[in-house]
């Protein structure tokens, strides 16, 4: 029964959709490139993400989805028409979309409405948090306490998970996004130099990659810089500046301080019964914004806790969508 259910990833960077029988059909960007005009699609995902900032008047790319939901329903829906086109069945029986766990009414309704628009007969929504534990091969049924931080794109969501419900959580939109704009205005206000939200990520990534190289060979830093080029503010022409490891990494502590005590507080809410559990298991961090390795070792002597990091942060969520299509008892927010 239901061997088309389809279940969607519905993430602020990249959407995933799964199929019951034939598991991974997309995994590409949220971003969507549309003719202004006559509104028809030119471009999804990559392709589409790679226009931003070099399109002209008649082309507008958007990220529909925003802090982990839709902020422009109005792309986002054919946008994930024309992704089950080229991907799903043309039978529509089923569908699950995961979504954070701090969504609101109205936002619920959204994805509600986005669910039925596409056409399936029956609509189920989870929460992230429960996928992304389920994901990463913990069986959330059992009665035992699990804490598992999901560091996306727009949203954290923290949750400490037991017999198949979130016991305690909290979503803030304090995300990898956010380390994103740091970036920008830090580099924007020291060295009067303006750059892209792209151009930004792929700092940080190179960012993440340098920090991972150091640890791995126990220094503490070094003299590295990243390259940056951009428009200067002042002089309204192309500059190129070197920017070191150290500025990036002041930029992004204060929101590393803010996820901390977010868990923090998540931790005080917890029953002692729960704690003593997560005290042997430790926190799992997982999403986009766990793979600055320092983020996983400044919640790890916050909280006095160990910490684990996923061996797939950004494909978690979607793994425990394939695995809850696939007949993994979950209880649904929304049927």
């Known amino acids: 029964m239901f061997s088309d259910e389809i279940a969607i990833d519905l993430g602020t960077a990249n959407t995933l959709v799964y199929n019951k029988s034939q598991g991974l059909l997309y995994n590409a960007p949220s971003y969507v490139a549309q003719n202004t005009e006559n509104k028809k699609i030119v471009a999804l995902g990559s392709q589409a993400k790679e226009m931003v900032g070099r399109t002209n008047p008649l082309i507008m790319t ?15 829906l054919p946008m994930m028409k024309e992704v089950l086109r080229r991907t799903s069945p043309p039978l529509k029986r089923k569908l699950t979309i995961s979504v954070p766990n701090g969504v609101s009414d109205i ?23 429960l996928m992304a534990a389920l994901g990463e091969g913990l069986d959330i049924n059992q009665s035992y306490g699990r804490m598992i931080v999901d560091i996306g794109a727009g949203t954290t969501d923290i949750a400490v998970i037991s017999l198949g419900s979130i016991v305690v959580g909290e979503s803030i939109k304090i995300a990898s ?6 970036i920008i205005k830090m580099i924007q206000d020291k ?12 700092i940080k990534m190179i960012y993440a990659e340098k920090i991972k190289g150091l640890m791995e060979h ?17 002089k309204g022409i192309p500059g190129i ?4 490891l150290r500025e990036i990494r002041e930029c992004i502590c204060p929101l590393e301080n803010m996820l901390i005590e977010a868990i923090q507080g998540v931790l005080s809410r917890t029953k002692p019964e729960l704690l003593s559990d997560i005290m042997e298991e430790g926190i799992l961090i997982t999403g986009g914004g766990s793979l600055i390795p320092h983020v996983a070792k400044q919640i ?3 909280c006095e806790l160990p910490v684990r990091q996923s061996d797939f942060p950004l494909d978690s969520v979607g793994k425990g969508l394939e695995l809850k299509i696939k007949g993994y008892p979950v209880k649904p927010k929304y049927a």
Request: proline residues 2%.
């Open 107 to 129: 936002e619920m309704r959204a994805v509600v409405d986005l669910g039925y628009q596409l056409g399936y007969r029956k609509l189920e929504i989870v929460d992230e948090p």
């Open 177 to 182: 996004d956010d380390f994103d704009d740091a």
């Open 218 to 234: 126990c220094q503490e830093s070094d003299d590295s810089f990243i390259e940056v080029s951009g428009l200067h503010i002042i």
């Open 191 to 202: 060295y009067r130099l303006k750059i892209g939200k792209l151009t930004a990520e792929r």
């Open 241 to 244: 500046i070197e920017v070191e």
């Open 300 to 302: 790890e002597i916050a």
């Open 62 to 76: 958007s990220r529909p989805l925003l802090d982990g939901v839709i902020s422009e329903y109005e792309c986002v």
